[in-house]
């Protein structure tokens, strides 16, 4: 049997900076595939609590790194408009 708090201390950092729950337990050796885990979190009510914290913020972190995206695309279509030289 898995020790499932370790494995989840160990997935949910992965998780919260925006990693897949899938590609989190590739990298986590003990950990099962992620079927597994949503079993556990689906039956067990403090690891389904600390997955949605997690998974919120990793949520949070994709979408800034959109929004990053999406500023530095912003910022080279205006200078172009300007006739700005891009570099």
Do not use: F
């Amino acid at each position: 049997k898995h020790d499932r708090q370790s494995i989840m201390n160990a997935l949910l950092p992965l998780i919260q900076d925006g990693m897949s729950l899938t590609a989190a337990c590739a990298l986590v050796p003990e950990s099962p595939n992620s079927n597994q885990i949503l079993d556990w979190i689906a039956t067990e009510p403090a690891l389904a609590e600390q997955y949605t914290l997690a998974r919120e913020a990793g949520y949070r972190m994709i979408a800034d790194e959109i929004l990053s995206i999406s500023d530095e695309n912003y910022t080279l279509v205006a200078k172009a408009s300007k006739g700005t030289s891009i570099k």
